[in-house]
């Protein structure tokens, strides 16, 4: 009888999308990006060796890590923050606060969660969005013990410093989404790198608002940076260091259109005429995504198709003693602190 050879599984960290199995994906601006421009993030279980961790996140500037934390964990926290917005008319009538499910006769641009521009002008919904950031069930996910000892672990710190001020944001369907940016513009003081964790609160499928990264665009980054700063040196100090001075747009991202932005580097002095994919993930309840202060990023426009909120938060961590930026250590996210 014949004998088949079964070839060895790819590991998981290498699995891509197909093109075609791409949903179209695109930014707030734009068209739909064409299926060639978009790839899958590597994906890494938690317990990969902590040695090749490093390497992939060093080579790639992220690392997508599935599982760090309990799903059920993470899902609570997502209940109480819909609980607690749900007065605002946010969800869905006679759903379950913890699927996050939007109501669509609403307003998504009365809804938006995105930070301190372009908020709604109800001053209850503002207070809701601020005072989410210290509800005693976000408190239990910044402090959770998975995430923070993972954090120590992978960056071989004895202590750990997460800045006070976290950004915990929601994406309604259809509403406005983060724009792209890499983390180093917003964070200019202090000589520390430091490192972002981003918090998927609850499944996010690649057109449910996730984020996509620029594929190798850490020394991108680097290069706009170091252009900006050149661009910069007649400034003051405080006005160097702003996220929102004369060198930058008015919210201080790079774009909100990935099609002009990946034309800019691509054909500009940055990009050395390389083109560039933007990797998308099927995040999951629990999966955590690291990534350096100058890999480039921002939010897909949330077009899920059951009409689910994108909720996340940004976490940024420095090592205990660093010199760290302390703008960011003020307080929580207040949408007038100027930051």
């Known amino acids: 009888m014949a004998t088949t050879t079964q070839s060895a599984p790819v590991p998981a960290h290498e699995l891509m999308y197909e093109p075609e199995s791409l949903p179209k994906l695109r930014s707030n601006y734009g068209e739909y990006l064409d299926q060639s421009s978009v790839g899958r993030m590597k994906e890494t279980s938690v ?86 950031h210290t509800h005693p069930m976000y408190n239990f ?95 003051s100090k405080e006005e160097r260091i702003n996220g929102f001075n004369a060198n930058m747009a008015k919210d201080g991202q790079l774009s909100h259109n990935v099609h002009a932005l990946s034309a800019e580097i691509m054909d500009g002095k940055f990009g050395g005429g390389k083109r560039r994919r933007w990797l998308v993930g099927d995040f999951k309840a629990g999966d955590v995504v690291f990534h350096n202060p100058y890999m480039i990023h921002g939010a897909v426009k949330n077009e899920d198709p059951e009409g689910r909120i994108r909720l996340a938060t940004d976490l940024r961590f420095y090592e205990e003693g660093a010199d760290l930026d302390t703008r960011w250590m003020r307080s929580v996210w207040r949408p007038d602190d100027g930051l």
């Open 47 to 132: 317990e990969t060796p902590m040695e090749e961790m490093r390497r992939r996140f060093e080579q790639d500037g992220y690392l997508f890590v599935r599982n760090v934390m309990p799903r059920d964990d993470v899902f609570d926290v997502r209940q109480a923050y819909f609980e607690h917005l749900a007065p605002t008319g946010i969800l869905k009538p006679g759903t379950n606060p913890r699927d996050g499910i939007f109501d669509t006769t609403q307003d998504p641009v009365v809804h938006n969660g995105v930070g301190g521009r372009d908020l709604p002008e109800d001053r209850d919904r503002v207070d809701r969005l601020v005072t989410a």
């Open 141 to 235: 996910l910044l402090e959770h013990p998975k995430l923070r000892g993972f954090v120590r672990e992978f960056m071989g710190w004895e202590r750990d410093v997460l800045i006070k001020r976290t950004l915990l944001r929601h994406n309604v369907p259809n509403g406005f989404s983060t724009g792209i940016h890499y983390d180093r513009i917003f964070l200019r003081q202090g000589e520390a790198d430091f490192l972002t964790a981003w918090v998927p609160i609850g499944d996010c499928s690649p057109e449910g608002g996730g984020l996509m990264y620029l594929e190798d665009s850490t020394e991108v980054g680097k290069a706009m940076e170091a252009d900006f700063m050149a661009r910069a040196a007649h400034f």
